[in-house]
T-cell receptor, first 114, second 113 residues
Framework: EAQVTQNPRYLITVTGKKLTVTCSQN?????MSWYRQDPGLGLRQIYY???????DKGDVPEGYKVSRKEKRNFPLILESPSPNQTSLYFC?????????????FGPGTRLLVL | TQLLEQSPQFLSIQEGENLTVYCNSS?????LQWYRQEPGEGPVLLVT?????EVKKLKRLTFQFGDARKDSSLHITAAQPGDTGLYLC?????????????FGKGTKLSVKP
């Protein structure tokens, strides 16, 4: 079954404690990205990757890092989380061509930073 | 400044009614996508429109991309309770990276039986 998986699904942490949210896809997609979704602000892109070892900043990259060492995985790293990073996070993947209607989102990771 | 403005923000209708939601911008987009998101889940892609003036149909849903590629609309005929959800439009700016997707804030639709 084609899917994007994220772990963990729920996380409560404290300010400054480094964390990683994993994202994995089984569809051999070139493109992967991370979004955060906040009430009143909608979905905002954090980082995206068009292929292995190629990453670019989205609209809200501050406070986040990513890496793309393998095609299937695209972890999101918060080196020093702060309360304003409390949010619902989504990972997504798709083939290189945007016109193909096969973009998939993961189930989401709900993060609370105290 | 929101690059993609969606309207209305909220819409509550009775089963069987027709409705249209809008996605507008002053910027040109390479393409636009429409998603539906249900509470606690990730968005699900419904359609991608690429060509200015393009119309796509998905059962009772009709999607249109404006001639100038600055706006799009989603029309639902004979809405059903299963259509309830948050409808999002998104796209890459024309001339920008295909990877950099801009999302609208969405239209929250509620269809009552």
């Amino acid at each position: 079954e084609a899917q994007v998986t994220q772990n963990p699904r729920y996380l409560i942490t404290v300010t400054g404690k480094k964390l990683t949210v994993t994202c994995s896809q089984n569809m051999n997609h070139e493109y992967m990205s991370w979004y955060r979704q906040d009430p009143g602000l909608g979905l905002r892109q954090i980082y995206y990757s068009m292929n292995v070892e190629v990453t670019d900043k989205g609209d809200v990259p501050e406070g986040y890092k990513v890496s793309r060492k393998e095609k299937r995985n695209f972890p999101l790293i918060l080196e020093s989380p702060s309360p304003n990073q409390t949010s619902l996070y989504f990972c997504a993947s798709r083939p290189r061509t945007l016109a193909q209607e096969t973009q998939y989102f993961g189930p989401g990771t709900r993060l609370l930073v105290l | 400044t929101q690059l993609l403005e969606q309207s209305p923000q909220f819409l509550s209708i009775q089963e069987g009614e027709n409705l249209t939601v809008y996605c507008n911008s002053s910027s040109v987009f390479s393409s636009l996508q429409w998603y539906r998101q249900e509470p606690g889940e990730g968005p699900v892609l419904l359609v991608t429109v690429v060509t200015g003036g393009e119309v796509k149909k998905l059962k009772r849903l009709t999607f249109q991309f404006g001639d100038a590629r600055k706006d799009s609309s989603l029309h639902i005929t004979a809405a059903q309770p299963g259509d309830t959800g948050l409808y999002l439009c998104a796209g890459p700016l024309y001339g920008g990276s295909q990877g950099n997707l801009i999302f609208g804030k969405g239209t929250k639709l509620s269809v009552k039986p």
